[in-house]
Nanobody, 121 residues
C-alpha cells in the first residue's frame, strides 16, 4: 500500500525560497515517474516538474530555471526546491507517483494530500 505525505508549504515573500517534500511509504521498486503539480482556485491543475526512473527531468516553462526536482531513493522522498518565488506561484502543490502495474500492465497513480504555497509581500 503506497501513501504520499507532503510537507514544506507556507507563506513566503516574493523572491524567497521554499522546499517541498513528499515521502512515499513502502518499497517503490516499480517507480516510473514522480512529479509535482499545482492548482490555484478556479484554475486547471498543471504539471510543474517531473523526474523519471531514468532520472530525466522536465519543467514547466513558467518555473524553468527557478525550480528543481530531485529524489532521494534511500528515503523514498521527492523534493521540489523553489527559488525566486513569484505571486503567480501561489497554489496548492500536489505530489504524484506513477508506478508500473506488473500483473495487469499499465500504470497506477498515487497522489499526496497537497500543501499550500502562498507568495505575498
Amino acid at each position: 500500500q503506497v501513501q504520499l505525505v507532503e510537507s514544506g508549504g507556507g507563506l513566503v515573500q516574493p523572491g524567497g525560497s521554499l522546499r517541498l517534500s513528499c515521502a512515499a511509504s513502502g518499497n517503490i521498486f516499480n517507480f516510473a515517474v514522480m512529479g509535482w503539480y499545482r492548482q490555484a482556485p478556479g484554475k486547471q491543475r498543471e504539471l510543474v516538474a517531473s523526474i523519471t526512473r531514468a532520472a530525466t527531468t522536465a519543467y514547466a516553462d513558467s518555473v524553468k530555471g527557478r525550480f528543481t526536482i530531485s529524489r532521494d531513493v534511500a528515503k523514498n522522498t521527492v523534493y521540489l526546491q523553489m527559488n525566486t518565488l513569484k505571486p503567480d506561484d501561489t497554489a496548492a502543490y500536489y505530489c504524484k507517483l506513477v508506478v508500473f502495474s506488473l500483473p495487469l500492465g499499465g500504470t497506477k497513480d498515487y497522489w499526496g494530500q497537497g500543501t499550500q504555497v502562498t507568495v505575498s509581500a
